[in-house]
Protein backbone atom coordinates (compact mmCIF):
# COMPACT_ATOMS: atom_id res chain seq x y z
CA UNK A 1 0.00 0.00 0.00
CA UNK A 2 1.09 3.22 -0.91
CA UNK A 3 0.37 6.73 0.25
CA UNK A 4 0.62 9.72 -1.86
CA UNK A 5 1.66 13.40 -1.07
CA UNK A 6 -1.43 14.53 -2.51
CA UNK A 7 -2.88 13.49 0.85
CA UNK A 8 -1.88 16.82 2.54
CA UNK A 9 -4.43 18.08 -0.42
CA UNK A 10 -7.27 17.34 1.34
CA UNK A 11 -9.81 19.86 3.05
CA UNK A 12 -9.15 19.82 6.83
CA UNK A 13 -8.83 22.55 10.10
CA UNK A 14 -5.34 21.66 10.11
CA UNK A 15 -4.35 22.80 6.72
CA UNK A 16 -5.19 26.92 7.78
CA UNK A 17 -2.92 26.42 11.19
CA UNK A 18 -0.51 24.30 8.66
CA UNK A 19 0.01 27.33 5.87
CA UNK A 20 0.08 29.70 8.53
CA UNK A 21 2.69 28.23 10.49
CA UNK A 22 4.89 27.63 6.77
CA UNK A 23 4.23 31.11 6.22
CA UNK A 24 5.41 32.44 9.37
CA UNK A 25 8.41 30.62 9.35
CA UNK A 26 9.15 31.87 5.70
CA UNK A 27 9.13 35.21 6.85
CA UNK A 28 10.63 35.44 9.94
CA UNK A 29 14.34 35.66 8.16
CA UNK A 30 12.87 39.42 6.73
CA UNK A 31 11.86 40.33 9.63
CA UNK A 32 14.92 42.44 10.40
CA UNK A 33 14.44 43.99 7.04
CA UNK A 34 10.90 45.05 7.82
CA UNK A 35 12.22 46.49 10.81
CA UNK A 36 14.60 48.57 8.90
CA UNK A 37 12.34 50.04 6.48
CA UNK A 38 10.70 52.76 8.81
CA UNK A 39 14.10 54.05 9.73
CA UNK A 40 15.87 53.62 6.31
CA UNK A 41 13.07 54.36 3.29
CA UNK A 42 14.44 57.83 3.54
CA UNK A 43 18.11 56.41 2.51
CA UNK A 44 16.48 55.91 -1.04
CA UNK A 45 16.59 59.36 -2.50
CA UNK A 46 14.66 59.60 -5.83
CA UNK A 47 17.49 59.41 -8.27
CA UNK A 48 18.94 56.23 -6.11
CA UNK A 49 14.93 54.49 -6.78
CA UNK A 50 14.82 55.55 -9.92
CA UNK A 51 18.02 53.50 -10.70
CA UNK A 52 17.33 50.91 -8.73
CA UNK A 53 13.77 50.64 -10.21
CA UNK A 54 15.32 50.79 -13.86
CA UNK A 55 17.85 47.25 -12.96
CA UNK A 56 15.28 45.82 -11.34
CA UNK A 57 12.75 46.09 -14.01
CA UNK A 58 15.90 45.03 -16.80
CA UNK A 59 16.57 41.87 -14.13
CA UNK A 60 13.05 40.76 -14.23
CA UNK A 61 12.90 41.00 -18.46
CA UNK A 62 16.43 39.27 -18.36
CA UNK A 63 14.34 36.40 -16.14
CA UNK A 64 11.19 36.49 -17.90
CA UNK A 65 12.40 36.44 -21.22
CA UNK A 66 15.34 33.00 -20.34
CA UNK A 67 12.34 31.79 -18.57
CA UNK A 68 10.23 31.80 -22.14
CA UNK A 69 13.21 30.68 -23.72
CA UNK A 70 13.93 27.79 -21.53
CA UNK A 71 10.25 26.74 -21.13
CA UNK A 72 9.61 26.16 -25.17
CA UNK A 73 12.98 24.26 -25.22
CA UNK A 74 12.63 21.90 -21.90
CA UNK A 75 9.10 21.30 -23.08
CA UNK A 76 9.93 20.31 -26.31
CA UNK A 77 12.78 18.19 -25.16
CA UNK A 78 10.64 16.47 -22.22
CA UNK A 79 7.82 15.79 -24.57
CA UNK A 80 10.20 13.80 -27.21
CA UNK A 81 11.64 11.77 -24.53
CA UNK A 82 8.54 11.08 -23.26
CA UNK A 83 6.45 9.90 -26.39
CA UNK A 84 9.04 9.15 -28.84
CA UNK A 85 12.09 6.42 -29.15
CA UNK A 86 15.33 7.99 -30.86
CA UNK A 87 19.10 7.68 -31.34
CA UNK A 88 20.97 8.65 -27.82
CA UNK A 89 18.26 9.45 -26.09
CA UNK A 90 19.19 8.64 -22.49
CA UNK A 91 22.71 10.56 -23.10
CA UNK A 92 21.19 13.43 -24.31
CA UNK A 93 18.73 13.75 -21.08
CA UNK A 94 22.23 12.77 -18.81
CA UNK A 95 23.65 15.57 -20.38
CA UNK A 96 21.02 18.11 -19.90
CA UNK A 97 19.80 16.94 -16.09
CA UNK A 98 23.82 17.16 -15.49
CA UNK A 99 24.09 20.91 -16.17
CA UNK A 100 21.60 21.27 -13.03
CA UNK A 101 25.06 20.95 -10.38
CA UNK A 102 26.91 23.23 -12.24
CA UNK A 103 26.99 26.76 -10.42
CA UNK A 104 25.79 29.64 -12.56
CA UNK A 105 28.76 31.50 -11.94
CA UNK A 106 30.38 29.03 -14.36
CA UNK A 107 28.31 29.56 -17.12
CA UNK A 108 29.35 33.07 -17.25
CA UNK A 109 32.78 32.81 -17.04
CA UNK A 110 32.39 30.09 -20.00
CA UNK A 111 30.74 32.71 -22.07
CA UNK A 112 33.40 35.25 -21.36
CA UNK A 113 36.12 32.59 -22.28
CA UNK A 114 34.50 31.99 -25.29
CA UNK A 115 34.10 35.90 -26.58
CA UNK A 116 37.48 36.10 -26.04
CA UNK A 117 38.83 33.11 -27.76
CA UNK A 118 36.69 33.63 -29.99
CA UNK A 119 37.94 34.69 -33.69
CA UNK A 120 35.18 37.50 -34.30
CA UNK A 121 32.52 39.35 -32.06
CA UNK A 122 30.27 37.00 -30.82
CA UNK A 123 27.67 39.82 -29.39
CA UNK A 124 25.51 36.71 -27.84
CA UNK A 125 28.23 36.28 -25.18
CA UNK A 126 28.20 39.76 -23.82
CA UNK A 127 25.68 41.72 -21.68
CA UNK A 128 22.36 41.64 -21.19
CA UNK A 129 22.06 38.74 -23.73
CA UNK A 130 24.46 36.54 -22.43
CA UNK A 131 22.89 36.87 -19.39
CA UNK A 132 19.34 35.54 -20.89
CA UNK A 133 21.42 33.09 -22.05
CA UNK A 134 22.70 31.93 -18.74
CA UNK A 135 18.96 31.62 -17.92
CA UNK A 136 17.99 29.34 -20.63
CA UNK A 137 20.68 27.19 -19.51
CA UNK A 138 19.44 26.87 -15.87
CA UNK A 139 15.62 26.56 -17.24
CA UNK A 140 16.48 24.35 -19.96
CA UNK A 141 16.78 21.56 -18.03
CA UNK A 142 14.50 22.09 -15.20
CA UNK A 143 11.59 22.01 -17.15
CA UNK A 144 12.50 18.85 -19.25
CA UNK A 145 12.71 17.04 -15.69
CA UNK A 146 9.47 18.19 -14.56
CA UNK A 147 7.40 17.77 -18.31
CA UNK A 148 9.22 13.96 -18.23
CA UNK A 149 7.98 13.67 -14.78
CA UNK A 150 4.57 15.35 -15.80
CA UNK A 151 3.85 13.30 -18.49
CA UNK A 152 4.25 9.93 -16.89
CA UNK A 153 0.39 11.11 -15.48
CA UNK A 154 -1.12 10.19 -18.87
CA UNK A 155 -2.82 7.52 -19.70
CA UNK A 156 -1.20 5.47 -22.24
CA UNK A 157 -4.60 4.00 -23.78
CA UNK A 158 -6.20 7.38 -24.17
CA UNK A 159 -3.01 8.60 -25.97
CA UNK A 160 -3.32 5.88 -28.44
CA UNK A 161 -6.72 6.80 -28.82
CA UNK A 162 -6.21 10.23 -29.57
CA UNK A 163 -3.11 9.44 -31.95
CA UNK A 164 -5.42 7.26 -33.79
CA UNK A 165 -8.53 9.49 -33.82
CA UNK A 166 -6.94 12.76 -34.00
CA UNK A 167 -3.67 11.95 -35.81
CA UNK A 168 -0.07 13.09 -33.98
CA UNK A 169 -0.45 16.66 -33.40
CA UNK A 170 -3.41 16.66 -31.81
CA UNK A 171 -1.93 14.79 -29.49
CA UNK A 172 1.10 16.69 -28.94
CA UNK A 173 -1.32 19.51 -28.54
CA UNK A 174 -3.34 18.19 -25.72
CA UNK A 175 0.03 16.51 -24.03
CA UNK A 176 1.62 20.08 -24.16
CA UNK A 177 -1.51 21.46 -22.65
CA UNK A 178 -1.53 18.97 -19.73
CA UNK A 179 2.14 19.35 -18.43
CA UNK A 180 2.05 23.16 -19.46
CA UNK A 181 1.32 24.28 -15.56
CA UNK A 182 4.41 21.94 -14.57
CA UNK A 183 7.10 23.35 -16.62
CA UNK A 184 5.68 27.09 -15.88
CA UNK A 185 6.66 26.11 -12.45
CA UNK A 186 9.46 24.88 -12.86
CA UNK A 187 10.74 27.95 -15.59
CA UNK A 188 9.94 30.34 -13.07
CA UNK A 189 11.90 28.23 -10.44
CA UNK A 190 15.52 28.46 -12.76
CA UNK A 191 14.81 32.15 -13.47
CA UNK A 192 14.34 33.00 -9.56
CA UNK A 193 17.59 31.29 -9.27
CA UNK A 194 19.16 33.46 -11.99
CA UNK A 195 17.53 37.20 -10.88
CA UNK A 196 18.57 36.15 -6.82
CA UNK A 197 22.34 35.42 -7.81
CA UNK A 198 25.00 37.83 -8.25
CA UNK A 199 27.65 35.70 -9.89
CA UNK A 200 26.04 35.45 -13.61
CA UNK A 201 25.81 39.05 -13.70
CA UNK A 202 28.91 39.85 -11.73
CA UNK A 203 30.78 37.68 -14.15
CA UNK A 204 29.34 38.77 -16.99
CA UNK A 205 29.87 42.52 -15.94
CA UNK A 206 25.95 43.28 -15.79
CA UNK A 207 24.49 45.54 -13.70
CA UNK A 208 21.06 44.37 -12.04
CA UNK A 209 19.43 44.65 -9.06
CA UNK A 210 21.29 42.19 -6.77
CA UNK A 211 24.40 43.59 -8.09
CA UNK A 212 23.45 46.56 -6.84
CA UNK A 213 22.22 45.46 -3.47
CA UNK A 214 25.61 43.59 -3.30
CA UNK A 215 27.03 46.72 -3.86
CA UNK A 216 25.81 48.64 -1.14
CA UNK A 217 26.86 46.55 1.83
CA UNK A 218 30.11 45.01 0.53
CA UNK A 219 31.47 48.36 -0.80
CA UNK A 220 29.35 51.09 0.51
CA UNK A 221 28.81 49.17 4.12
CA UNK A 222 25.61 50.65 3.82
CA UNK A 223 23.22 48.32 5.38
CA UNK A 224 20.11 49.92 5.98
CA UNK A 225 19.77 51.05 2.23
CA UNK A 226 20.89 47.21 1.12
CA UNK A 227 17.67 46.28 3.58
CA UNK A 228 15.25 49.03 1.47
CA UNK A 229 16.58 47.84 -1.53
CA UNK A 230 15.95 44.07 -0.32
CA UNK A 231 12.56 44.39 0.42
CA UNK A 232 12.02 46.45 -3.06
CA UNK A 233 13.58 43.50 -4.95
CA UNK A 234 11.63 40.88 -2.19
CA UNK A 235 8.33 42.25 -3.57
CA UNK A 236 8.73 42.66 -7.13
CA UNK A 237 10.04 38.99 -7.24
CA UNK A 238 7.14 37.77 -5.08
CA UNK A 239 4.40 39.96 -7.81
CA UNK A 240 6.18 38.16 -10.70
CA UNK A 241 6.11 34.43 -9.18
CA UNK A 242 2.37 34.62 -7.74
CA UNK A 243 1.53 36.20 -11.46
CA UNK A 244 3.22 33.44 -12.90
CA UNK A 245 1.89 30.82 -10.74
CA UNK A 246 -1.63 32.38 -11.38
CA UNK A 247 -1.09 32.00 -14.92
CA UNK A 248 0.05 28.32 -14.59
CA UNK A 249 -3.34 27.05 -13.51
CA UNK A 250 -4.60 24.96 -10.50
CA UNK A 251 -2.44 22.73 -8.21
CA UNK A 252 0.27 22.27 -11.00
CA UNK A 253 2.40 19.79 -8.16
CA UNK A 254 -0.17 17.41 -8.68
CA UNK A 255 1.13 16.14 -12.06
CA UNK A 256 4.57 16.05 -11.15
CA UNK A 257 4.00 13.47 -8.18
CA UNK A 258 1.86 11.28 -10.42
CA UNK A 259 1.81 7.48 -9.45
CA UNK A 260 0.78 6.20 -13.41
CA UNK A 261 3.76 4.07 -15.16
CA UNK A 262 3.90 6.46 -17.49
CA UNK A 263 4.19 6.54 -21.89
CA UNK A 264 6.17 3.60 -23.45
CA UNK A 265 7.94 5.50 -26.12
CA UNK A 266 7.55 4.49 -29.69
CA UNK A 267 9.46 4.82 -32.64
CA UNK A 268 7.79 7.06 -35.40
CA UNK A 269 10.24 7.90 -38.42
CA UNK A 270 9.83 11.61 -38.93
CA UNK A 271 9.01 12.83 -35.10
CA UNK A 272 12.07 10.41 -34.05
CA UNK A 273 14.30 12.13 -36.90
CA UNK A 274 13.47 15.43 -35.82
CA UNK A 275 13.60 14.57 -31.84
CA UNK A 276 17.33 13.49 -32.76
CA UNK A 277 18.39 16.53 -34.86
CA UNK A 278 16.58 18.78 -31.68
CA UNK A 279 18.30 17.28 -28.37
CA UNK A 280 21.87 17.41 -30.66
CA UNK A 281 21.91 21.28 -31.60
CA UNK A 282 20.22 21.30 -27.74
CA UNK A 283 23.55 19.11 -26.38
CA UNK A 284 25.73 21.37 -28.55
CA UNK A 285 24.62 24.85 -27.61
CA UNK A 286 23.51 24.35 -24.20
CA UNK A 287 26.50 21.56 -23.08
CA UNK A 288 29.38 21.15 -25.43
CA UNK A 289 29.36 24.38 -25.89
CA UNK A 290 29.69 26.27 -22.27
CA UNK A 291 31.77 23.30 -21.14
CA UNK A 292 34.26 24.12 -23.65
CA UNK A 293 34.27 27.46 -22.56
CA UNK A 294 35.46 26.00 -19.19
CA UNK A 295 38.38 23.78 -20.56
CA UNK A 296 39.83 26.10 -23.07
CA UNK A 297 42.61 27.96 -21.80
Known sequence: MSLSVLVLERPGRWRLAGLLLVFTASLLPAVPLFSAWGDSVHLLSPEKLGKFSILLFKSLATSLLGGIFGLLLGLSTGIFYAFYDYPWKKPFLFSFLLTIMVPTLLWSISLNNLSVLSPF???LFH???????????????LVTASTISACSGLNPSQCDAVRMAAGEGRLLKLAVRYVLPAAIVAACLGSLLIISSPGP???LGVKTAVTEILVSFSALYDMKLAAVQCLLMSGAT?????????????????????SAKGLAAKRHEKMSRLAFYFNLVCCLVFVAMPVTGLVLP
Open 121 to 123: PVY
Open 127 to 141: GYPALILVTVMVTFP
Open 201 to 203: AMG
Open 238 to 258: LIFTVSVLAFSGKRPMELLVS
